[in-house]
């Protein structure tokens, strides 16, 4: 978008907020995740993450949770 940036700190909040909605829908992960924060790929934002270097709240998916929670089974 070529639209300029507003003046203020809150109008900026939600001029970012809007576009990244409009962009990805309500939840962003994934690589659009990483893009949008400024990484240069999934791994790069484990690592910050790890390191607690992102400065925003990030959530795992129920979907990813329940994998993880579930017993591994052996063969």
């Not at 949008?36 to 270097?53: H, I, T």
């Amino acid at each position: 978008m070529n639209t300029p940036l507003p003046a203020t700190h809150t109008a900026l909040v939600e001029h970012l907020s809007r576009d990244l909605t409009d962009r990805h829908g309500p939840i962003l992960g994934g690589v659009a995740l990483a893009r949008a924060l400024g990484y240069g790929s999934l791994a790069a934002l484990r690592q910050a993450r790890r390191r607690r270097q992102v400065e925003v709240k990030l959530v795992e998916s129920r979907a990813k949770l329940s994998q993880a929670s579930r017993p591994k089974l052996s063969h």
